[in-house]
């Protein structure tokens, strides 16, 4: 089973940046999806950004501050976070939907800790 293991997270002063990184325990096959979730104390996982075949997507609430990239060919996901606010405190979770032998598999990150301090 692929582990997906996410480096960069920690505490960061508002307006600071930050690079996360999420790379997979081995090649993976066909992803056709990479992505970055977050889930802050008390609230539910949501979206923060994914890339398909170049294309990104963005919530509102990141977009113009935060940048994801994708290698597929070293199953590796990156997320540049600039302009950092309180609001970005959150647990980062990465995720790669990728082929596997019976179809597609959601791979997912164990969570990296995000703080933001005033």
């Known amino acids: 089973q692929v582990q997906l293991v996410e480096s960069g997270g920690g505490l960061v002063q508002a307006g600071g940046s930050l690079r996360l990184s999420c790379a997979a325990s081995r090649s993976l096959f066909s992803i056709s999806v990479m992505g970055w979730y977050r889930q802050a104390p008390g609230k539910q996982r949501e979206l923060v950004a994914t890339?398909?075949?170049?294309?990104?997507n963005y919530a509102e609430s990141v977009k113009g501050r935060f940048t994801i990239s994708g290698d597929n060919a070293r199953s590796t996901v990156y997320l540049q976070m600039n302009s950092m606010g309180l609001e970005d405190t959150a647990v980062y979770f990465c995720y790669i939907r990728h082929r596997g032998t019976w179809g597609p598999i959601n791979s997912w990150g164990q969570g990296t800790q995000v703080t933001v301090s005033s």
């Open positions: 890339i398909t075949d170049g294309n990104t």
